[in-house]
């Protein structure tokens, strides 16, 4: 298995999921600055809800490596700390960000979903 693969397939630590990963804990982020979830809360329910998305790939049987499942939970956490940082500074754009950010990961998911139903 190769360490970085720039496709969907699984890749030991980095692939296009990484980008998935990345986003949806940016999403999450700025969703919860939008909401005014404090601070304490947010960063732990943000590490839950990354976590539990990693239980439910694992419930769907999508097979990752143990690397790969923590960088996923890493880089969804890094996501989301720049994201909800860098909204406190956004201001009237930060609807858009959301948008923008939450449409974007969803179209790479849908597109990685695609690929994982043909294999």
């Not at 923590?70 to 860098?86: H, M, N, P, R, T």
Request: proline share 2%; net charge positive.
């Amino acid at each position: 298995m190769k360490k970085f693969h720039f496709s969907f397939e699984e890749a030991r630590y980095v692939d296009l999921w990484t980008i998935v990963h990345f986003g949806s804990g940016a999403s999450i982020g700025f969703i919860f600055s939008l909401l005014k979830i404090p601070r304490g809360i947010a960063h732990a329910l943000a590490l839950v809800l990354l976590v539990l998305w990693e239980v439910f790939e694992i419930v769907m049987k999508i097979k990752e490596s143990k690397p790969n499942i923590i960088s996923d939970i890493i880089v969804g956490y890094a996501g989301f700390l720049l994201s909800f940082e860098v909204a406190e500074f956004s201001g009237s754009r930060l609807k858009t960000s959301t948008v923008l950010t939450t449409l974007t990961t969803l179209s790479l998911a849908i597109a990685g979903w695609v690929h994982w139903l043909k294999k």
